[in-house]
């Protein structure tokens, strides 16, 4: 367990921050807090919560409409924990996701995930023709190595804008070079936040085939692992990828919590401390 003081210096996030955020997305909410902040009160699936809460804060959202969404989530959850739900911000909306459906959190308006039928409906007949007017006749062929590189730029450019025609982009970058292995990495990433772990899965694999010293690679796979209930394979691929990294803070933190999961605490509290050190020295 972890003190108040302990859990805001560990995500960044002020101590006043850390408790509004656990009363309103934590399922022991007020009854977890006390007015005495070296009382322990979290554990490493709170500091999850806690740190996705950081992360959404630092990607632009205001705090009162991350704690908003935070508290849509909790009543729509009950007594099931907020870290297993993946949350992202796309196009400036915040979207849930729990592996098989995505949604807007406040609204509860259902968003379409990637690799479902109608995304690739709308793939087919928006994106794709798009994309191959504009920018098919500067591209060599399917086989030149350069055109692999500019669809991935281009993908990584409509990310932003258009995320069905990224995810189209980087097929074709695949299409052209199937060893580009930062855009095996990115389309695996869209799937995994779009819900499809087990497609995400093997992309991440292919790309540790790829690149077996790539820490990202190691570390996305470990993480849609652990997301599907494969610890000992997820935690085989978080030491993967701090073997190529030692630096790696969001692997040492996902490792301790795992570790934790599986009752081994001590070394667990030697990650966190890692992780904390690395966020120190970034």
């Not at 794709?128 to 504009?134: F, G, H, I, P």
């Not at 990115?186 to 077996?212: E, H, Q, T, W």
């Not at 610890?231 to 570790?259: I, K, M, T």
């Amino acid at each position: 367990m972890f003190t108040t003081r302990q859990a805001a210096r560990l995500v960044k996030l002020s101590e006043q921050r850390v408790r509004t955020v656990a009363r309103v997305a934590l399922p022991s909410g007020d009854q977890s807090l006390s007015s005495n902040p070296d009382q322990p009160t979290f554990a490493f699936q709170d500091l999850a919560v806690l740190r996705t809460a950081a992360r959404l804060i630092s990607e632009g959202l205001s705090a009162s409409r991350v704690e908003r969404a935070l508290a849509a989530l909790r009543r729509q959850l009950g007594a099931q924990s907020l870290s297993s739900l993946q949350l992202r911000v796309d196009a400036g909306v915040l979207v849930a996701s729990d592996g098989s459906h995505a949604w807007e959190p406040v609204s509860g308006q259902a968003c379409f995930a990637f690799g479902s039928p109608k995304a690739a409906e709308v793939t087919q007949t928006r994106n794709a023709a798009k994309l191959v007017d504009t920018l098919g006749a500067i591209f060599d062929g399917p086989s030149d190595m350069t055109a692999a590189d500019h669809w991935f730029d281009m993908a990584m450019t409509l990310e932003e804008s258009d995320a069905s025609g990224a995810y189209d982009a980087y097929l074709r970058a695949l299409t052209c070079n199937p060893e580009h292995v930062e855009a095996t990495i990115n389309i695996g990433r869209m799937c995994s936040d779009g819900g499809d772990l087990k497609r995400a899965a093997a992309y991440f694999r292919n790309a540790v085939r790829i690149d077996p010293t790539h820490p990202v690679a190691h570390f996305n796979l470990a993480v849609t692992l652990h997301d599907l209930g494969d610890w000992a394979g997820a935690e085989a691929a978080y030491r993967a990828s701090l073997a190529h990294d030692p630096g790696f803070a969001d692997a040492h933190f996902n490792l301790a919590a795992l570790l934790e999961q599986r009752g081994q605490r001590d070394e667990a509290l030697k990650h966190l401390k890692a992780y904390d050190d690395a966020r120190r020295d970034a």
